[in-house]
């Protein structure tokens, strides 16, 4: 199950929280945390809580409207998205963030996305996201919600630097910035290491084809 509460804090950072009326970019009237007043009105209950909110509403009430629209949302997602429930749960975020703010039918369109998803080819999902007109109204947004397709993590570990001096035993040492081929014995050979240099960069060349 995901995380609720991290959920609505990542999405109150990209969408900000209003608790006044207004106009989105779009001309819709919106409240709270992007709430669209016009193509997704108040429920009858949501409306009870919220009482006059032409006139303003209270931050637990935008964060009710914000829980309720993950809600929807996620419900959503699972009759879209073949496979929704068996993402990891950045991943899930991902595709939750866009649907938020696009709505469900403007999610819809993004058929290549979704196809590349259901076929688990995330690489392809990414690009599909950062190729979209949804990618050029916010680009910085659209980068960060490609990354969490690609990789399924929100940020990488800290990698602690190993300070011991390993290069002086080793016969191919990193000095950096490059590496050095050591003196070999007169029986060895440095076949071994070109076959695993060259491997490594046919490998970087077909991640950029």
């Not at 931050?59 to 699972?78: P, S, T, V």
């Not at 599909?128 to 659209?142: D, F, G, N, V």
Request: charged share 30%; glycine share 6%; aromatic share 10%.
């Amino acid at each position: 199950m995901y995380d609720l509460s991290k959920w609505c804090d990542r999405l109150i950072a990209h969408e900000g929280m209003k608790l006044m009326p207004y106009r989105c970019t779009a001309g819709k009237l919106t409240i709270g945390v992007g709430r669209n007043l016009e193509d997704n009105p108040p429920t009858p209950e949501e409306a009870r809580a919220l009482g006059d909110y032409m006139h303003g509403i209270t931050e637990n009430a935008a964060k009710m409207l914000l829980r309720n629209d993950i809600a929807r949302c996620f419900e959503a997602l699972k009759r879209i998205v073949e496979g929704f429930e068996e993402l990891d749960e950045e991943r899930q975020y991902a595709l939750l963030d866009m649907c938020f703010q696009m709505g469900v039918r403007g999610f819809r369109r993004f058929k290549r996305l979704l196809k590349a998803v259901e076929q688990r080819n995330f690489e392809l999902a990414a690009f599909e996201c950062l190729t979209s007109k949804y990618a050029q109204q916010t680009p910085k947004r659209a980068k960060r919600i490609a990354q969490l397709l690609k990789t399924g993590v929100d940020a990488l570990p800290e990698l602690v630097k190993d300070d011991s001096d390993r290069n002086r035993t080793s016969p191919f040492a990193f000095t950096g910035n490059k590496f050095e081929f050591r003196m070999p014995g007169a029986s060895q050979s440095i076949a071994l290491t070109n076959v695993v240099l060259n491997t490594a960069l046919a490998d970087v060349f077909s991640g950029f084809s």
